[in-house]
T-cell receptor
Framework: GNSVTQMEGPVTLSEEAFLTINCTYT??????LFWYVQYPGEGLQLLLK?????DKGSNKGFEATYRKETTSFHLEKGSVQVSDSAVYFC????????????FGAGTRLFVKA | EAGVAQSPRYKIIEKRQSVAFWCNPI?????LYWYQQILGQGPKLLIQ????????DSQLPKDRFSAERLKGVDSTLKIQPAKLEDSAVYLC???????????????FGPGTRLLVL
């Protein structure tokens, strides 16, 4: 079946450190891939997305590349800020049979000043 | 543009009681989703509507959960009777359309936090 696996958190970094949050997926066909973010006290919001192999999604300094050969969509940022502290969710959406979205368990990021 | 509205924001009930949640999606969004998010886990889709019709309800515990979307706009999710394991945040989301590949962006409401005692 379809599934999403994220690295476990929490991840604690100092400001300006490099961030990687790993995400791998299992899916039939060619899903679309997403990163959603949930800031403290707020609802989930889309951070970035990619709809086909080798696409790179980017937003707010974050990037992720759709790698079909490794079934991965790792989230990266070159220099994190305290304001990036949040929970990050990797997700896939099937593009056939009902377009269901499946979320990973989430990775909590703490950034220290 | 107004976002997805949900109410109530918090609810505490005793087991075996019933509870209902309400969602008003973004105007013009054809697709509406209800998710259950248990503490420490990612959201799990309970039911997905496109306009009035159900697209996916494969993970909805139909013996106790029900949902409807009248007139293709607002939606309610009901639990009757509630169990302890239903304690979670219930998220509503909406999107323009499910049909096109394009990585459908979902817009989430603030959620309803349910505690079943």
């Amino acid at each position: 079946g379809n599934s999403v696996t994220q690295m476990e958190g929490p991840v604690t970094l100092s400001e300006e450190a490099f961030l990687t949050i790993n995400c791998t997926y299992t899916a039939t066909g060619y899903p679309s891939l997403f990163w959603y973010v949930q800031y403290p006290g707020e609802g989930l919001q889309l951070l970035l997305k990619a709809t086909k192999a080798d696409d790179k999604g980017s937003n707010k300094g974050f990037e992720a590349t759709y790698r079909k050969e490794t079934t991965s969509f790792h989230l990266e940022k070159g220099s994190v800020q305290v304001s990036d502290s949040a929970v990050y969710f990797c997700a896939l959406r099937r593009n056939t049979g009902g377009f269901k979205t499946i979320f990973g368990a989430g990775t909590r990021l703490f950034v220290k000043a | 543009e107004a976002g997805v509205a949900q109410s109530p924001r918090y609810k505490i009930i005793e087991k075996r009681q019933s509870v209902a949640f309400w969602c008003n999606p973004i105007s013009g969004h054809a697709t509406l989703y209800w998710y259950q998010q248990i503490l420490g886990q990612g959201p799990k889709l309970l039911i997905q509507f496109q306009n009035n019709g159900v697209v996916d309800d494969s993970q909805l515990p139909k013996d106790r959960f029900s949902a409807e979307r009248l007139k293709g706009v607002d939606s309610t999710l009901k639990i009757q009777p509630a169990k302890l394991e239903d304690s979670a945040v219930y998220l509503c989301a909406s999107s323009l359309d499910t049909g096109a590949r394009g990585g459908e962006t979902q817009y989430f409401g603030p959620g309803t936090r349910l505690l079943v005692l």
